[in-house]
């Protein structure tokens, strides 16, 4: 009986083991998933930075005195893709009314 006995207390011990294991990393999980959350919003705060910076430069070329004909057209062009972005965010706008 004593080896059946000291078996039950291998696999108890072992047990306690296993869940002390499994809560260590539950914590690490949500410490990690915690510091995910953190580097995507810091991310998207870079990647809006990026975008503010690279309309910043697009325009101090545009407003360059001496704009060739080519940056000309490459401007008529941004202000088109905008004012095309414009419009399909109203009528976005405009169907969830």
Same mark, same amino acid.
């Given at each position: ?7 039950? /207390?291998?696999? /108890? ?7 002390? +294991? ?12 915690? %510091? ?12 809006? %930075?990026?975008?503010? @910076?690279?309309? %910043? ?7 360059? &005195?001496?704009?060739?004909? =080519? @940056? ?5 062009? +941004? ?11 109203? =009528?976005?706008? &405009?169907? %969830?009314?």
């Amino acid at each position: 009986m004593s080896a059946l006995q000291s078996h039950i /207390e291998r696999i /108890e011990e072992k047990l306690k083991t296993v869940l002390s +294991r499994h809560q260590s990393l539950k914590k690490e999980n949500e410490k990690l998933k915690k %510091q995910l959350v953190k580097s995507e919003e810091e991310k998207e705060a870079l990647v809006d %930075q990026l975008k503010q @910076s690279a309309l %910043q430069i697009s325009m101090l070329k545009s407003s360059e &005195g001496n704009s060739s004909k =080519a @940056s000309r057209a490459a401007l008529e062009k +941004r202000i088109n893709a905008y004012v095309k972005e414009i419009d399909r965010c109203i =009528a976005l706008l &405009g169907d %969830q009314a």
